[in-house]
């Protein structure tokens, strides 16, 4: 049992994680703190909702990058509605009103997907585009700064809070719930679903799936619902967090996610991934991103620097997988 | 065959992961010495709504016309322009109108500047998309005795305009920048840059003015670094924290990209250090208002396109009664008092102003924009 928590991909990229924090901690004392921790998870929420609701269509064999233009075009219209409404109110009908949204377009690709026998890749690509265009178009151009009254201070809504001599008062932001709360439900969705276990057998080889008798067609339904959604309720949580909302909100960010999920273990061709490893995974690139201000690395170094460290940490995971085969080992999923 | 897919996957990510770091420059087209890009917002409903009102009625034997061509008539920005040209026309007595595609694009650019010449228009005034291609355009209107004036072309050809105007020197805008922290910071103390990306001519040649100059004359202030925003709020709101971590002792901001000091000043306010250090940088109203009311955000610096209009204008005017334009010479637009003109890189005459206005939490509302 500890044999194969070991083996496992995640606890390499755990050992890696907290590797890369000691190496940080002894170059800048200074992030050895409470509140480094709160601020990395605040800006890791948004990324781990999206990653979260990425992650089975990945497992599936698919690979999409709509998801960010779908969080960027739900939460710009929603937004730029009910304020043209004069809407003061709280902040759930927004997420109410984004997650319809955000659905209605991951179904659209879901349905593009599975009628039209088309690639997922090549679908999400057209949708990228094409809602960031319908965004920037028929929605606004530019960032809105103006909140409705009874979102105002939402940013500021921590579980627990924590002082600290630099940046003052930090704390866990209330959305952290949110990731909780679809974490798990991706996980028991993967783990304990006739549905979820299609997902996999889907990704492994999807005639098999179809032939044990997976209806593929409405378990891609399925998935793409849930990443439109999921991307909803992040482009929402990011507009508040960051007190504006923004039509090409992560515009130059699916890398980043995808990378998370990959680092996290998932192939890219399908068949493997996990919700822990993702966590992981989303938590590493933010430490990267981070460590280079923090040991203070010269602005210029970082993209060579991060660059290199990716294809490292890229490297150890797939080469034990290599190796692994080489020894005939079955490797673990 | 399992392995050989199993390689190519890796290389795949291998890839993808390299080309995330490299941060793809997808978010604001404008070039060069462009505003803080967002302020050009395309209210999409209306398009040609200011289109040609020359093309139906023949200008008037002893009217002058002016014509303003933009790169898009769909954007706030603009819109703000076209109040200078309006008031040119006023000031002046002259028949002055502004035109442009509904869309960016060159070609529909090059096709009303074709129009205008065809309708014997006496100026334009041109703010080209792609500078390469209106500079045939401007020579045949040039050709056809037609006065053509630039704004953010200072790249133009010899002989592809008469004059081009720009708001102000980039390196004298960065000097400008450095002078407001300098003085809020005390002139000592730690500062840092923003700029929107390393690759960003006119972000990095404000801030390297600004470094050299704060070399030159402020020897206690300390420079710790540049650091790219990527034209990202929330990525310089959490660089901003790290830098707060690493340097408890910073004291001075500069910001490039309009989000640049909203970001930073984010991280400051909660910190609660609004008053210890310094934030200064390109932004406007729209952007950094809250922020400025606050003093999370000192100063925030910009340049107002209407003025720029009515620049533009000005020199085609002067150009068509044969004034000379000379260095130093007062064009009767604020920010224009005193202009310096160079010949650019590619053999144009380019006038500078000194057209940088500053916004804090008194005056900002006489900026809506």
Redesign the interface.
């Given at each position: 049992m500890l044999n194969k928590i070991v083996r496992s991909n995640e606890f390499v990229i755990f050992v890696i994680l907290v590797a890369l924090s000691l190496v940080i901690g002894w170059v800048?004392p200074?992030?050895y703190?409470v509140?480094?921790l709160f601020?990395i998870i605040r800006?890791s929420i948004v990324y781990f909702i999206m990653a979260y609701g990425l992650l089975p269509i990945i497992i599936a064999g698919g690979i999409d990058i709509s998801f960010v233009a779908i969080a960027a075009m739900s939460s710009y219209t929603v937004h730029m509605f009910l304020i043209s409404r004069g809407y003061q109110g709280g902040i759930l009908l927004y997420y109410v009103l984004a997650c319809a949204l955000g659905a209605f377009a991951g179904l659209l690709n879901g349905v593009l997907v599975t009628r039209f026998k088309l690639p997922v890749f090549d679908v999400s690509l057209a949708a990228f585009t094409m809602w960031y265009g319908f965004t920037?178009?028929?929605i606004?151009?530019?960032?809105n700064?103006d909140l409705p009254k009874g979102t105002v201070g939402y940013y500021?809504r921590f579980l627990i809070t924590s002082q600290?001599?630099?940046?003052?008062?930090?704390g866990l932001h209330e959305s952290f719930l949110y990731v909780v709360v679809l974490g798990v439900f991706i996980w028991w969705l993967l783990k304990y679903t006739t549905l979820g276990r299609g997902v996999f057998a889907m990704g492994g080889n999807r005639e098999v799936a179809i032939r044990t008798g997976f209806n593929v067609n409405r378990i891609q339904l399925v998935l793409f619902l849930i990443m439109g959604t999921f991307s909803a309720i992040a482009g929402v949580t990011?507009g508040f967090l960051?007190?504006?909302f923004n039509p090409?909100l992560f515009?130059?960010q699916p890398?980043?996610v995808?990378?998370a999920i990959?680092l996290g273990g998932a192939?890219?061709?399908g068949g493997s991934g996990s919700v822990i490893g993702t966590t992981l995974g989303v938590l590493l690139i933010q430490l990267i991103?981070?460590a280079l201000?923090?040991t203070?690395i010269?602005?210029?170094w970082?993209?060579l620097v991060?660059?290199i460290i990716?294809?490292l940490f890229?490297?150890i995971p797939?080469l034990r997988?290599?190796r692994a085969?080489r020894h005939g080992r079955a490797v673990q999923s | 065959m399992r392995?050989a897919?199993?390689i190519l996957?890796?290389l795949?990510?291998?890839s993808?992961?390299?080309?995330?770091?490299?941060?793809?420059a997808?978010?604001a087209p404008p070039p060069q010495t462009e505003a803080p890009a967002?302020?050009?917002?395309?209210?999409?409903e209306q398009p040609a709504a200011t289109e040609a009102p020359a093309a139906t009625e023949a200008p008037a034997e002893e009217e002058l016309v002016f014509a303003t061509v933009v790169k898009s008539i769909a954007f706030?920005w603009f819109k703000r322009l076209e109040e200078g040209v309006l008031k040119f026309g006023e000031d002046y007595k002259v028949k002055a109108f502004m035109d442009g595609p509904s869309q960016v694009d060159s070609a529909a650019q090059v096709a009303i500047i074709e129009n205008l010449i065809a309708q014997g228009v006496d100026a334009i005034c041109n703010v080209p998309y792609g500078v390469p291609e209106n500079e045939p355009a401007q020579k045949k209107a040039m050709d056809a005795g037609i006065i053509v004036v630039g704004h953010e072309a200072a790249t133009a050809k010899e002989g592809t305009l008469h004059y081009d105007v720009e708001a102000f020197d980039n390196c004298a805008y960065g000097e400008e920048m450095m002078k407001e922290l300098a003085s809020r910071m005390g002139e000592s103390g730690k500062y840092i840059q923003f700029v929107g990306s390393?690759t960003n001519a006119s972000h990095n040649e404000w801030q390297d003015c600004a470094k050299a100059y704060a070399e030159k004359n402020y020897p206690n202030l300390e420079f710790i670094?540049?650091?790219?925003s990527?034209e990202?709020?929330?990525v310089a709101?959490?660089?901003m924290?790290?830098?707060?971590?690493?340097h408890?002792d910073i004291k001075g901001v500069l910001g490039s990209a309009a989000?640049d000091v909203v970001g930073a000043g984010?991280?400051i306010e909660?910190?609660?250090?609004q008053d210890q250090i310094a934030v200064v940088g390109t932004s406007i109203p729209?952007?950094a208002?809250?922020l400025l009311k606050t003093g999370a955000v000192d100063l925030a610096m910009a340049w107002d396109p209407a003025t720029a209009g009515y620049a533009c204008n000005v020199v085609a005017y002067k150009v068509l009664k044969g004034e000379q334009i000379v260095d130093g010479m007062d064009l009767g637009v604020p920010g224009y008092e005193a202009i310096k003109l160079v010949i650019g890189p590619n053999g144009v005459p380019v006038i500078y102003g000194a057209a940088w206005i500053k916004m804090d939490a008194n005056n900002m509302d006489d900026y809506p924009f």
């Open positions: 800048n200074a992030f703190s509140a480094t601020d800006a920037l178009f028929f606004g151009a530019t960032a700064f500021a600290d001599p630099n940046v003052g008062t930090t990011q960051s007190r504006y090409v515009i130059s890398l980043d995808l990378a990959i192939a890219i061709t991103n981070r201000i923090l203070g010269q602005v210029e970082q993209r991060l660059g990716l294809i890229t490297a797939s997988t290599l085969k | 392995r897919l199993s996957s890796i795949v990510i291998l993808l992961l390299v080309s995330c770091a490299q941060q793809p997808t978010q967002a302020t050009e917002a395309p209210p999409a706030n390393l670094g540049k650091y790219e990527k990202d709020q929330e709101y959490n660089t924290k790290d830098i707060l971590k690493t408890p989000g984010r991280a909660e910190a609660g250090l729209s952007y208002g809250e």
